[in-house]
C-alpha cells in the first residue's frame, strides 16, 4: 500500500492530500484495503454507499443494465430515466419534474439555473448559509458558505448573501422581493451535521411565500433515507420549491438530480441546460434498485431504531473528550471538547473503523443505511479506548 500511495502522489493532483488507505474491495458494511485488513465503514464514502459494498440489487440491476446500454446521451431517452424520475416525484408526492445530473455540485448548478430563470431579472441575488455547503464547482461554490474553501477562488459573478444559518431574524432581513432564491441544506452536512433550531424550515418558507423568492433545500447528503424519512424537509412538513439530491441516491453511482416543483418544474424551456452523461442508465438503474431495496427491506425504520441506539451508545459514554452528539437517523456528529476529530478518525482507523474528522470538533458517522445493531455495537464498545488513545 506504501507503494500505491506513492504513486497516488506523483500521478494525482494535490488537492486531496494522500489519503491514509488504499480501499480494495467492500461487502456489505465492511470494507478491505490494499493490504487485506477489514474495516467497518461508518462513513459509506461519504454518505454515500447506501447499501453498503457490492449489495446484490446494485450488482444485478448495474449489470443488466451495462450489458443491455449502457448510454443515449440525451438525443434519446430511455425508459431507466423515466422511470426514476416518475418514482422520485411518487416518493415526493409532489407535482414536478425531474433534471438529472451526475454530480451534488451538478444538481445544484441546475437549481441555481432553474431560479434564476424562474425569477427573471428584477430578483437581482440569492440568500445562502453561512457553513453550508453546496459544491465545488463555480455556481455551487459561489453559494457555499465556508470561506476559506470559496474565497480563494473568487470573484464570482453572482450576488451571494449569506445569512447566519438558524436564524429566523436574519432571513427575515435579507430576503426581499429582490432575492431570486434561498438556498439551504436541511441539516448542515459538511459544517458538521449541524441540525437547525426547531421550526427554522418553516419559517423560511413562510419568509419565501411572502417574497415570492424560491425556497431551494440541498438535500444532496440528507436525502433518500439517511435520517430514516425518505427527504429530511419531511419532517417539519415544509415543501421546497426545488430539491436537489445526490450521494446516496446511486448506492455509489454518480448521480444527481434536480427537482423542480409546481411551477419549477417547467421553468427551463428546451435548451436551456444540459448534460451529456446526466441520467445515464447505469445510475438510473442503481438508484431505482436503491429505492426498491429501501422499500422492500423497510429500511426507513430500520434507520431510525439502529440510528437512534448509535446515538444513545454514543451519549451515555463518558469520557472528557466527548461532548455530545448531534444529527437524526444514520446520520450523526460525535462531539468533542477538544478540536481533536482528526486525532479521533486516526484512532478509530488504527480499531479498525471507518469514520470522518468532518469538522476540528466533530466526528462525522454516515454508514451504510444496511448496517446492523451489532455492527453498530461494535463501534460504540471500542468508542472509549478510542478516545482514551486520541
Ligand atoms: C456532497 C454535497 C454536495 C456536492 O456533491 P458532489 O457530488 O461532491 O458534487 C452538495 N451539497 C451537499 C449538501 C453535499 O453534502
Redesign the pocket.
Known amino acids: 500500500m506504501s507503494d500505491l500511495r506513492k504513486r497516488f502522489e506523483a500521478a494525482i493532483m494535490p488537492n486531496y492530500g494522500v489519503p491514509p488507505l488504499a480501499l480494495a474491495r467492500g461487502e456489505g458494511c465492511r470494507v478491505w484495503d490494499a493490504d487485506g485488513d477489514v474495516y467497518l465503514d461508518l462513513i459509506g464514502g461519504?454518505?454515500v454507499s447506501a447499501l453498503g459494498h457490492a449489495h446484490p440489487a446494485v450488482v444485478e440491476a448495474v449489470s443488466a443494465q451495462v450489458a443491455t446500454i449502457a448510454h443515449t446521451s440525451n438525443l434519446f431517452l430511455h425508459e431507466p430515466e423515466v422511470l426514476l424520475a416518475e418514482r422520485l416525484l411518487e416518493l415526493l408526492d409532489a407535482d414536478g419534474r425531474v433534471f438529472f445530473a451526475n454530480?451534488?455540485?451538478?444538481?445544484?448548478e441546475a437549481a441555481y439555473k432553474l431560479v434564476r430563470r424562474h425569477a427573471g431579472p428584477d430578483r437581482t441575488y440569492v440568500v445562502a448559509a453561512e457553513g453550508?455547503?453546496?459544491?465545488?464547482?463555480m455556481g455551487?461554490l459561489a453559494l457555499t458558505g465556508k470561506a476559506a474553501i470559496r474565497e480563494p477562488f473568487g470573484p464570482y459573478g453572482a450576488d451571494v448573501r449569506f445569512v447566519p444559518y438558524g436564524s429566523v431574524e436574519a432571513l427575515h432581513e435579507a430576503v426581499t422581493d429582490r432575492c431570486a432564491a434561498v438556498f439551504l441544506?436541511p441539516t448542515?452536512?459538511?459544517g458538521g451535521v449541524v441540525p437547525p433550531p426547531e421550526g427554522y424550515l418553516a419559517a423560511a418558507r413562510r419568509i419565501c411565500d411572502e417574497t415570492g423568492a424560491a425556497l431551494v433545500l440541498?438535500?444532496?447528503?440528507?436525502g433518500i433515507g439517511r435520517t430514516g424519512v425518505w427527504f429530511q424537509h419531511r419532517r417539519e412538513g415544509v415543501r421546497p420549491d426545488v430539491i436537489?439530491l445526490?450521494?446516496g441516491l446511486g448506492g455509489g453511482l454518480?448521480i444527481?438530480v434536480c427537482v423542480g416543483l409546481g411551477p419549477y418544474g417547467t421553468a427551463f424551456s428546451k435548451g436551456d441546460h444540459g448534460s451529456t452523461f446526466g441520467g445515464n442508465p447505469v445510475s438510473c438503474a442503481a438508484a431505482l434498485a436503491v429505492i426498491d431495496t429501501i422499500v422492500k427491506d423497510g429500511l426507513l425504520e430500520h434507520v431510525t431504531a439502529v440510528g437512534d441506539r448509535l446515538a444513545d451508545g454514543i451519549a451515555a459514554i463518558e469520557d472528557p473528550l466527548l461532548s455530545g452528539v448531534r444529527g437524526s437517523g444514520l446520520w450523526r456528529a460525535i462531539v468533542l471538547a477538544e478540536p481533536k476529530s482528526a486525532q479521533v478518525e486516526a484512532a478509530a482507523r488504527e480499531a479498525g473503523f471507518l469514520v470522518n474528522a468532518v469538522a476540528p470538533d466533530a466526528v462525522r458517522l454516515a454508514p451504510p443505511l444496511i448496517i446492523t445493531d451489532e455492527e453498530a455495537a461494535s463501534f460504540v464498545a471500542a468508542l472509549p479506548e478510542i478516545l482514551r488513545k486520541a
Open positions: 461519504i454518505a454530480s451534488g455540485t451538478e444538481a445544484n453550508g455547503f453546496h459544491g465545488r464547482t455551487a441544506e448542515q452536512g459538511e440541498d438535500e444532496i447528503q440528507s436537489t445526490a450521494k454518480p444527481g
